[in-house]
């Protein structure tokens, strides 16, 4: 039985490898679809899938790719075409396509667009928060850029009539949707903020991006931007932000709530003012009662404490305090005296001089001490010092034991 060849997993996958990244479709290939699991890798990398109705593929876009190949921020669900190469990862034998440009597909080009747009006017600092005007407190004339029959106005309508009747509502017809509509609305944006009103309310309602994109248009930003009136945006529902709503000086999520935001409900601030009156004066009342029994409690003491027993109280303190004071004294002098006498007992026992007294003496040669016979040599002169002097001899014998 002949044997058959057998192969690594290595090589299989690198010869997997070197058999796809031969392909020349395979080297730069352009594929649709829908990104799934989408992550921002710490070291600058994107992991992703893109998937269809009917399968996956893995997917990387290095760092290096991502500043020239990508100008939106990915994420899942979206629809976009991602050109590159596809390889094998040996590691795990799985085929991946390495991307190199990613774009938005169908709407999504739109979307990139606005991305784009919105980019460039934030460098050029149309959104910034700094050139935000405050939006009145409480306006008497507010202006109205939508269109003039629908949802939209209806609600300001009603919103505005329920909240503050006296606010007068200037309505500037325009056109939101379709060709042209980017035009009335920067129209509308110029002619009330010549007419010197307190706010100007901008918007239309939901739809798709197709459907919103006058708001989008850079036009409209830049008139927002020039008016000297503030504005306020508020286009679609919750989930939609237009470049309007970035220039404007406050956004709302809806055209209904950029009229709560634009007009103050009158009855919500007389309420509150009745019960900021209410409140301050039952604190006015309480602090008036805290203050009064504080005061008496403090007369009180103030009879208990006469200055003159107070006074005496204190002398007798400062004199209990004053022999405490000479005991502790007296106390460390006596204990220093008896550690002195310790001291000068064994300072004298460890005296060489007091030694010298009992016949003992201490010799030297040449100024040191002589510590050994094998120090010297018979001739040698030698100094002796004992209790009362000293005496200078010559070494005449040496008896070494």
Not at 10 to 36: A, F, H, R
Not at 303 to 323: F, G, H, M, R, T
Not at 358 to 382: A, F
Request: hydrophobic content about 40%; charged content about 25%; overall charge positive.
């Amino acid at each position: 039985m002949v044997q058959k060849r057998t192969y690594s997993v290595s090589n299989v996958n690198n010869y997997i490898k070197n058999l796809i990244g031969t392909d020349y479709l395979l080297k730069n290939i352009c594929v649709k679809g829908e990104v799934s699991n989408c992550k921002y890798h710490s070291m600058g990398h994107i992991y992703f899938s893109l998937k269809d109705e009917e399968s996956s593929m893995s997917c990387v876009m290095f760092k290096g790719s991502l500043a020239s190949g990508l100008k939106f921020r990915l994420a899942d669900g979206q629809s976009v075409l991602v050109t590159g190469s596809i390889n094998v990862y040996e590691r795990d034998g799985k085929y991946q396509l390495y991307a190199k440009s990613i774009t938005l597909d169908g709407a999504g080009r739109l979307y990139e667009e606005y991305e784009m747009l919105k980019m460039r006017l934030a460098e050029e600092g149309l959104f910034d928060f700094e050139i935000k005007k405050t939006i009145p407190r409480f306006p008497k004339r507010v202006g109205i850029v939508t269109a003039p029959t629908g949802a939209a106005i209806q609600d300001i309508k009603n919103i505005a009539k329920r909240r503050n009747p006296y606010v007068e509502l200037i309505l500037y017809p325009a056109k939101v949707q379709g060709d042209g509509a980017a035009d009335t609305i920067v129209k509308g944006i110029q002619v009330l903020d010549k007419m010197g009103l307190d706010t100007i309310i901008i918007g239309r309602g939901g739809g798709s991006i197709e459907d919103l994109w006058a708001f989008n248009e850079e036009k409209v930003a830049r008139a927002i931007y020039a008016a000297k009136t503030p504005i306020i945006s508020g286009t679609g529902h919750e989930t939609d932000n237009t470049i309007a709503d970035y220039a404007a000086d406050l956004r709302a999520p809806t055209p209904s709530a950029a009229c709560e935001l634009a007009i103050p409900d009158v009855m919500a601030d007389i309420i509150s003012v009745r019960k900021l009156k209410d409140k301050l004066k039952t604190e006015m009342e309480r602090k008036l009662s805290m203050t009064y029994y504080e005061l008496k409690v403090k007369r009180l003491n103030l009879e208990k404490l006469s200055p003159v027993a107070q006074l005496d109280k204190n002398k007798i303190y400062l004199a209990d305090l004053y022999d405490k004071m000479t005991d502790v004294v007296k106390d460390k002098i006596n204990r220093m005296k008896h550690a002195l006498q310790l001291y000068t007992v064994r300072l004298d026992g460890l005296s060489p001089t007091a030694k010298l007294i009992n016949g003992y003496g201490y010799i030297e040669k040449n100024g040191s001490p002589l510590i050994s016979l094998k120090e010297v040599s018979e001739g040698d002169i030698i100094e002796i010092t004992v209790n009362d002097g000293s005496l200078i001899s010559e070494v005449k014998e040496i008896n070494i034991k």
